[in-house]
């Protein structure tokens, strides 16, 4: 399966295909120096088996999760980038979740003000959302995202069969974004959630969820207003991660108790809930609501008093409410 983001020159595909590492080369330039960032919960094969496609591969292993979300990072990076004399022809690939699509892209961006940036996501989190769009970022004393860019990936390709290695707790993490798209944008691909054997349609999951991406990124790549929408439930689901020092719950996990906030029809809630008992999520934690609040203040939507908020008043319909930020206070029982 191939889709466009049509972004005119910033635009790429995303290709899906299941087994498609193994032939990598034949979609994707490597006949260059390519920097290949993964996290050492990356199966050794997939490292591989890229790299001996490439002319000259150059591999670089993170400690898996948030921690390497940082600037330290971002340095060390570019500084093997500039050691090995990567060029402005050469590349950066990002191997693995979240966290590597992000920090690698950033490297990508800042790298002689930008080289070309390939994106591999094996996870559901990064299949499914972060690899499209091109926000690309490192956290900042425990606050999410704050220092990045919007970088868009020259291509992304995506083999579903990376998904045998992950655990069931991160596999599950990213369905999360999934089910936020379809809150937002797509009400058929929430009823897949209620209805279906939610692994034996993966593909379908994640080929509405990369249109909904898509569709609202090519309208507003920039996030100057409809693309915040795709923020649903980060407000207080980033405020949630901050509070347990990134370590405590993975990232779509936050986003659902995020999104409970915001879901105004009650009826809809009972489905999400309902959802969220089949899939095993948890769906609410304790916190102090005032240290909770302070970390909402960190918000990219947020701007003086207030904060754009995304509501769902209506499965498949985000509104962007202008909210006070003392009112959120309130919502959280602070
Ligand atoms: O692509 C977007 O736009 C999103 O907001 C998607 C989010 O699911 C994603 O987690 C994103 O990285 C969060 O971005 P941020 O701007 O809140 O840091």
Do not use: W
Not at 6 to 24: C, F, M, P, Q, T
Request: proline share 3%.
């Amino acid at each position: 399966m191939k889709l466009h983001v049509d972004l005119k020159e910033n635009g790429y595909d995303i290709l899906v295909e299941h087994g498609i590492l193994a032939h990598i080369q034949e979609v994707v330039d490597l006949k260059r120096k390519v920097m290949i960032i993964t996290d050492e919960n990356v199966p050794k094969a997939y490292t591989d088996t890229i790299a001996k496609q490439c002319k000259e591969a150059y591999i670089e292993v993170l400690p898996a999760g948030e921690a390497s979300k940082q600037l330290s990072t971002f340095q060390a990076l570019c500084e093997k980038l500039l050691n090995n004399h990567f060029s402005r022809k050469d590349c950066v690939l990002a191997l693995g979740g979240g966290v590597i699509g992000d920090v690698s892209g950033f490297v990508a961006s800042a790298y002689m003000r930008g080289i070309d940036f390939i994106q591999v996501p094996t996870t559901t989190l990064s299949q499914i959302d972060s690899s499209i769009g091109g926000k690309v970022a490192v956290n900042l004393n425990e606050v999410k995202n704050i220092i990045g860019a919007f970088y868009q990936p020259c291509k992304v390709i995506i083999d579903p069969d990376t998904l045998q290695s992950l655990p069931k707790r991160h596999y599950i993490n990213g369905l999360i974004e999934a089910l936020k798209a379809g809150l937002i944008y797509d009400a058929s691909l929430f009823e897949l959630f209620e209805s279906e054997d939610i692994q034996a349609v993966y593909d379908t999951i994640l080929y509405k969820a990369l249109c909904v991406k898509k569709a609202v990124v090519e309208k507003d790549e920039k996030e100057q207003n409809l693309r915040k929408i795709l923020n649903f439930g980060h407000t207080i689901g980033h405020a949630i991660e901050s509070y347990y020092h990134l370590e405590e719950y993975l990232h779509g996990e936050c986003v659902a108790m995020g999104m409970l906030y915001f879901i105004d029809d009650p009826s809809l809630k009972q489905r999400v809930l309902r959802v969220y008992e089949r899939l095993g999520i948890q769906k609410e934690t304790s916190f102090d609501p005032t240290s909770i609040y302070h970390l909402l203040c960190n918000d990219k939507k947020a701007s003086g008093n207030s904060v754009t908020c995304v509501h769902v008043k209506e499965l498949g319909k985000a509104e962007l409410i202008e909210t006070p930020l003392e009112l959120l206070k309130t919502k959280l029982g602070g």
